[in-house]
C-alpha cells in the first residue's frame, strides 16, 4: 500500500520526523516499509509562468521560442520543445541555477542559436508523475511568480507491507490513527458528518438475497450531479500514491477509499434496472467487468445486480455496463460490508484483484461503512454538485465483531518483565489506541478485530513501547550441527566453490510451462506426471519444475540474445516430482549449464576452443574431491547424455543440448547441462579438503596401443588401471593421449578402435630403476590381457 507523507499530515503533525525516523518507527511497530520514493521538488527556483507568446524556432522543426511572465515584471525567453500547451497556459518554469531530480542543472545558453534562459518543465521533470510526454499544465488560477514548492509542496511515498490481521491500517486516517498511538503526537480526527436518516430498504429498492455473504447493504441516491474533470489537489492526492484520475464521481470514491479504507461503488442510476439485488451468481453467468474483460461466475461468487443483469461482482470490481461516465446525471452510492472469505474466493479463482478486493477480503470495519458514504456525498455535492436524497437506504445490518477483553494486568507485568513498566504506562497506552476501560474488562473498538484475547492487548503494550524495553533473560544455546545444517553449508560451500571458479548462480522460478517439460535432463516427463498448480497466473507458471535445467536453458537464452557467449551457469533448488503410487516428493539438487569459450576472451588470446563435455565433467569433479565416471544413456532430445555416477551410485544426468534446441536459443556454440542430487552428492563427498607432499623423487612413462572393441566404454580401462594402482604400488596414475577410429575398415577393423595410455611410475623414497618399471609394467600389461578383451598393437 502506498502512503503519502502530505496526506498523513491532515491527520496527525509529523513535523520532527524525517524519513529516516518515520521508516524505523513503522519497522519496529510491525509494518513493514518495503520502499520510500521522494516525489516533488524542494527549491526556490522554480516558479509558477503563464505562456504569453510561442513562435517557430528559426533553426528546428521541433522546438518553439516562448516569452513567459515569471512574475518578475520581465518577460523570459525560453526555447521549448513540447507541444501540448497553449498561449495563456500557466506552467512550472525552472531558472538558471535550479536543481532538477536526478542533479540536472538549469543554465542560460542558446539552442540552435537562440537563448533560452531556463526551462519549462514536465511533471516526470520535477519528480511528480511519469509522463514526459509535454509540459505540466497548472490550473488557470495559479498565482504567476509563486513559488512550486508552495502550489504543489514536496511528497514522501511509503510503501507499505501490511500484515493481513491490520486491515485498520489500510487508510491513511487508519495509519495517522496507529501513528498517534506510537508518538503519542495528537489526532486530528475529521469533523463529524451529518450522516442521512436511515430508511429500511423496501424490496422493490433493495433485496439482500445473500445476506450470508452481504450482512450490511445502503445505498444513497443523488441526482443531477456534473460529472467532470476532478479538481486539482484531488487529483495531486490520487497521482501522489499511484492512482490515474478518472472523473470526478470515481476520483472521490478512490480518495474514500484510502481515506477511510473503506470501499465504495457509485452506479449509474439511468442504467438500472428496478432494485438493487445482492445474490450469488448462476453457474456460468458472465460480466464484462471495468477492465474490458468478461469474466464467467458461479454460484460461490457473489454479484451486484439488478432485476435483468448483473452489475458489479460484489467487493472485487463494477461492472462496465453500469459504470459513471461522462453525461451520467444521477447516481446511486453503494457502501456495504462483505464477508472476507467469499471476496478473497472470488478474487482469486478469477485471478482479479483490485483496491477494493484486497480491503475486503482482509476484513473492514463494519461500522465504518455509514461515515465513508457520508463523507463521500459530502464531497460529491461541493465538487460535482447535485441533490442527494434525504434518506440513505439501508438492507441487514452491520455486525458486531469485537468483544470486551479482559486483562490480566498482573499477568501482563509478569510476561512483559520489564521493571519500571506500571499499570498507569499499561492503561495509557491501551487508551491511546482507542480502547477504552469499563471495570476489569477493555471496550475494543470495532476497527480493531484482531484484538480477541487478553494476550493480544500484552501484545499491543509491548509493540507500543517498543520491544527493545523487554529485558533478556536467556542466553543462547549450543545446539549440536544437524542435518539441515549439514545440507545447507555444503549447499554454500558448492555455491563459494563454483563462484570462485567464475560460475554465475542464476535464481530461477520454480513455475515452468508445459512446453518447457521437454527441457528436463533424465527420463521424459509428461504433464501428467508433474504436480500442476491449480489456479496457475498465467500459461507460463502452470506446472511446479521437476527439473532445474529448463529455468537454466532459459536463462543461457536471455543473456545470449543479449550478446552474451559466455556462458556459466548454475542454481541450486527444490524440485517437485510424483512417485510411482501418484503421491508428490520434493528434492533438492544442483544443475549447471556450460557453453562458449573456454577461456575468457584476452588481448594474447582473442579465439578459445569451445568448452567441451569434459570441462563441465572436470566442474564436477572438482566440486566432489573424487572421480566420476559417465556411463552412456541415449536420451531423446539429448546428445553425449550420461550417467553420472559415482563407483556404483547415480549422482544424476549430464547431456549436451539437441543442435536444433541449441538453434532455438540462437546458440552459436554447443550446450551443456548437468543435474545432479544434492544429497547424493553430499553423501559422498570428503570433509575437510587434504594435501599430499609433492613427489621428491621423478617419475617414469610408459605408453601402450590397445586395440578394443569399439564398444568398450573408456570408463571400463581406466576403471581398471585404477584398481591396478592398488596391487601395484609404483604405478601412480593412468591417462588416454590418443583414440584412433577407422569407420572404412581399411586401416583398423570399424568395430575396433585404437587406444593409446601413459602410465606413469614413481616411488616416494627412492629414484626407480628402469628394469624395475619394466617388470611391474609387463606384469600390469599380463593381467590387463586377462581381464579386458585388449589386444596390445
Excluded at 507500543?464 to 549450543?478: C, E, N, Q, W
Aim: hydrophobic fraction near 40%; include cysteine.
Amino acid at each position: 500500500m502506498k502512503v503519502s507523507l502530505s496526506w498523513l499530515k491532515m491527520h496527525i503533525e509529523l513535523a520532527d520526523l524525517n524519513v529516516d525516523k518515520m521508516r524505523d518507527l513503522l519497522t519496529f511497530a510491525g509494518i513493514e516499509v518495503e520502499g520510500v520514493e521522494v516525489r516533488g521538488i524542494d527549491s526556490d527556483k522554480i516558479v509558477v509562468a503563464q505562456i504569453l507568446e510561442s513562435k517557430q524556432h528559426p533553426n528546428a522543426d521541433r522546438l518553439s521560442v516562448c516569452q513567459v511572465d515569471d512574475g518578475s515584471g520581465t518577460p523570459r525567453q525560453i526555447v521549448c520543445g513540447a507541444k501540448n500547451y497553449k498561449v495563456g497556459d500557466k506552467i512550472p518554469l525552472a531558472l538558471p541555477g535550479a536543481t532538477l531530480p536526478g542533479g540536472i542543472v538549469i543554465k542560460e545558453g542558446k539552442l540552435r542559436d537562440v537563448q533560452s534562459n531556463g526551462m519549462m518543465c514536465s511533471g516526470r521533470e520535477l519528480g511528480l508523475t511519469d509522463d514526459s510526454a509535454g509540459l505540466l499544465i497548472l490550473d488557470a488560477g495559479a498565482p504567476v511568480g509563486k513559488l512550486f514548492r508552495d502550489l504543489q509542496p514536496p511528497d514522501v511515498i511509503f510503501d507499505l507491507e501490511i500484515t493481513p490481521n491490520r486491515p485498520d491500517l489500510l487508510s491513511h486516517f487508519g495509519l495517522a490513527r496507529e501513528l498517534a498511538a506510537l508518538t503519542g503526537k495528537k489526532l486530528n480526527a475529521p469533523a463529524e458528518l451529518n450522516t442521512a436518516a436511515e430508511k429500511t430498504a423496501t424490496p422493490k429498492e433493495i433485496r439482500l438475497e445473500a445476506a450470508d455473504g452481504c450482512p450490511l447493504y445502503t445505498a444513497r441516491i443523488i441526482r443531477g450531479v456534473t460529472v467532470a474533470p476532478s479538481p486539482e489537489w484531488l487529483q495531486v492526492r490520487l497521482q501522489s500514491i499511484g492512482l490515474r484520475p478518472i472523473n470526478n464521481i470515481v476520483d472521490i470514491t478512490n480518495f474514500v477509499l484510502h481515506e477511510t479504507g473503506h470501499p465504495l461503488h457509485a452506479f449509474d442510476l439511468a442504467k438500472l434496472d428496478g432494485a438493487i439485488i445482492v445474490r450469488h451468481a448462476a453457474d456460468s453467468e458472465s460480466i464484462t467487468t471495468l477492465d474490458g474483460i468478461v469474466r464467467t461466475l458461479d454460484s460461490s461468487d457473489l454479484v451486484i445486480a439488478d432485476s435483468s443483469k448483473a452489475l458489479a461482482i460484489a467487493g472485487v470490481m463494477g461492472g462496465s455496463d453500469s459504470g459513471v461516465i461522462e453525461g451520467t446525471k444521477d447516481i446511486l452510492l453503494e457502501s456495504a460490508y462483505f464477508i472476507p472469505a467469499g471476496i478473497r474466493r472470488t478474487a482469486r479463482r478469477l485471478g482479479l484483484s483490485s483496491d477494493s478486493s484486497y480491503r475486503f477480503e482482509r476484513g473492514v470495519d463494519p461500522q465504518n461503512a455509514r461515515k465513508a458514504s457520508a463523507l463521500a456525498v459530502k464531497l460529491i455535492l461541493e465538487i460535482a454538485g447535485g441533490q442527494a436524497d434525504t434518506e440513505q437506504l439501508v438492507a441487514g445490518e452491520a455486525p458486531q465483531l469485537t468483544h470486551d477483553v479482559i486483562l490480566d494486568e498482573d499477568r501482563a507485568l509478569k510476561l512483559l518483565g520489564i521493571p519500571d513498566l506500571s499499570r498507569e504506562e499499561m492503561e495509557r497506552v491501551l487508551s491511546s489506541l482507542g480502547l477504552q476501560k469499563s471495570g476489569d474488562a477493555w471496550s475494543i473498538p470495532s476497527y480493531r478485530m484482531d484484538l480477541q484475547r487478553s494476550i493480544d492487548l500484552v501484545e499491543e503494550v509491548s509493540r507500543v513501547i517498543g520491544l527493545d524495553r523487554v529485558p533478556g533473560r536467556t542466553s543462547g544455546a549450543f545446539t549440536s550441527s544437524q542435518n539441515p545444517d549439514r545440507a545447507y553449508d555444503f549447499a554454500m560451500s558448492l555455491r563459494h566453490a563454483l563462484v570462485n571458479r567464475g560460475w554465475f548462480e542464476a535464481q530461477t522460478l520454480r513455475l515452468v510451462s508445459v512446453a518447457q517439460l521437454h527441457d528436463v535432463l533424465g527420463p521424459p516427463v509428461s504433464a501428467d506426471k508433474t504436480v500442476t498448480v491449480k489456479n496457475p497466473l498465467s500459461e507460463d507458471h502452470t506446472t511446479l519444475r521437476p527439473g532445474i535445467v529448463p529455468g537454466l536453458i532459459a536463462t543461457a537464452a536471455l543473456n545470449i540474445r543479449q550478446g552474451q557467449a559466455r556462458l556459466r551457469f548454475f542454481e541450486i533448488g527444490r524440485v517437485f516430482l510424483t512417485n510411482p503410487n501418484g503421491t508428490s516428493r520434493e528434492e533438492e539438487r544442483i544443475a549447471l549449464l556450460l557453453s562458449g569459450p573456454s577461456q575468457p576472451i584476452s588481448w594474447h588470446e582473442k579465439d578459445s576452443a569451445p568448452a567441451d563435455v569434459y570441462d563441465l565433467r572436470g566442474t564436477l569433479e572438482a566440486l566432489t574431491g573424487s572421480s566420476l565416471d559417465l556411463a552412456p544413456k541415449p536420451l531423446d532430445g539429448w546428445l553425449l547424455s550420461a550417467e553420472v555416477k559415482r563407483g556404483s551410485k547415480t549422482l544424476g544426468w549430464i547431456a549436451q543440448l539437441h543442435p536444433a534446441r541449441a538453434r532455438e536459443i540462437d546458440s552459436r556454440n554447443p550446450v551443456y547441462v548437468a543435474e545432479l542430487s544434492l544429497s547424493a552428492l553430499q553423501q559422498g563427498t570428503q570433509g575437510a579438503a587434504k594435501f599430499t607432499e609433492l613427489p621428491r623423487f621423478p617419475g617414469m612413462t610408459r605408453d601402450v596401443a590397445l586395440e578394443v572393441p569399439a564398444d568398450l566404454p573408456n570408463a571400463k580401462i581406466g576403471e581398471f588401471f585404477g584398481g591396478q594402482q592398488k596391487k601395484e604400488p609404483m604405478l601412480t596414475g593412468a591417462e588416454v593421449f590418443d583414440v584412433f577410429a577407422d569407420p572404412t575398415g581399411q586401416k583398423l577393423a570399424s568395430d575396433k578402435k585404437s587406444m593409446a595410455w601413459r602410465l606413469t611410475y614413481r616411488s616416494p623414497e627412492r629414484t626407480l630403476e628402469s628394469k624395475e618399471v619394466d617388470e611391474a609394467h609387463a606384469r600390469i600389461l599380463k593381467v590387463l590381457l586377462g581381464t579386458l578383451p585388449a589386444v596390445i598393437r
